[in-house]
């Protein structure tokens, strides 16, 4: 068994907890003898998404919870033994071992025997579980909706009751020991703006970090994510780069597309080119940060008091691809018409095409927020 220690901080970097554990070495776990499944449900973050949306438009605010050592809840269904911790060996049986009753940090089986434990509470408490994102559970009680979404031991949840808000905190605080974090500002590294008229979704603090990570703070802005008449091909003759860090760079970016559509086109185009990336490509993500450096608080705005209606558009460039003449097809779906707005684009243009080509730094201009 190893210790474990790490530093939590909040959307603004201040280390508001110091946090320590006993990690079990799963390495040495042998599949089928020590553990047999081990999936686990993730939260999508599209559900979020329309979480969010759907809070926006009932009205009802966004609280969060965490539970505290969440995997030790889990019940070890195999016989799992483990050595006694360093520095807390019992000196008359120096050379006994622990029987796993219950799960911990580091098992193989820990995470999914934890969703289990807390999906079984949620289900005898006449919670509903999603049928498409099993991490999404909703309740109804008469014409109020409770909806709780979970990721691993963090939980978000909101009400059109805030009775039902209050009940949800005491059923869980009856099994588990938690921690109320309060309204929702920060989660998977996406913070959330609750405003009274509707809801602000930015990554303002992972830009920051991905452009320190890549030390890219210094660097000069630039008005477009892409050059307007890129020229991205295989580039065969151009010197190589560091594939690692050209991989690294493009992961970042795929993350912050959950909040910044507008790079989503660039992103994809550099991302084309992973597998041997050349200098001209490492320049062109290069000019994403440069973007980002200048626009680092856009994101997606909710307002309150919108329609719900369903609408979806997409955009397809036949034959666009300048070195394989392959197509490019994007598209996006909306609830109501002011997720994101696309505005002074020509005529012959619509919100897809945000996906499928490039845009002069004119019409490249956002309806968000920058507060």
Request: charged share 25%; proline share 4%; glycine share 6%.
């Amino acid at each position: 068994m190893l210790t474990d220690s790490k530093l939590r901080k909040d959307d603004r970097g201040v280390v508001v907890r110091n946090k320590a554990r006993l990690v079990v070495q799963g390495f040495n776990q042998q599949d089928g003898i020590d553990y047999t499944e081990v999936y686990v449900p993730v939260a999508r973050l599209e559900t979020i998404r329309l979480f969010l949306a759907f809070a926006s438009y009932k009205g009802f605010k966004v609280f969060q919870l965490d539970v505290k050592s969440a995997f030790l809840y889990g019940k070890v269904k195999e016989e799992v033994y483990v050595c006694q911790p360093p520095g807390f060996e019992d000196p008359i049986n120096p050379s006994k071992v622990f029987k796993l009753d219950k799960a911990l940090y580091g098992l193989h089986q820990a995470p999914q025997e934890w969703y289990e434990t807390l999906s079984k509470h949620l289900l005898e408490n006449d919670f509903v579980r999603g049928h498409i994102d099993s991490t999404l559970f909703t309740k109804k009680v008469g014409g109020e909706y409770l909806l709780v979404h979970i990721y691993v031991d963090d939980i978000i949840f909101g009400s059109t009751n805030e009775g039902l808000c209050k009940e949800f905190e005491s059923i869980m605080k009856s099994k588990f020991e938690m921690s109320a974090v309060g309204e929702l500002s920060f989660f998977l590294c996406i913070q959330v703006n609750q405003k009274e008229d509707g809801f602000f979704i930015h990554q303002s603090k992972y830009v920051k970090d991905i452009l320190s990570r890549f030390k890219m703070e210094d660097c000069t802005p630039y008005d477009t994510p892409i050059p307007v008449n890129h020229k991205l091909i295989s580039d065969p003759d151009g010197k190589e780069v560091d594939c690692r860090l050209y991989r690294a760079m493009i992961g970042s970016h795929m993350y912050l597309t959950a909040s910044r559509p507008d790079i989503m086109f660039a992103v994809c185009n550099c991302s084309r080119f992973e597998a041997k990336p050349k200098e001209s490509h490492l320049i062109a993500v290069k000019i994403i940060f440069r973007y980002l450096k200048g626009k680092q608080r856009l994101g997606l705005w909710f307002p309150r008091g919108s329609n719900f209606d369903f609408n979806a558009y997409t955009d397809t460039d036949v034959g666009g691809c300048c070195f394989d003449r392959k197509s490019t097809t994007g598209g996006c779906q909306f609830l109501d018409k002011k997720l994101i707005e696309l505005v002074k684009v020509n005529t012959d243009d619509n919100f897809a095409d945000l996906f499928t080509k490039t845009f002069d730094r004119f019409s490249l201009k956002l309806e968000l927020s920058m507060d």
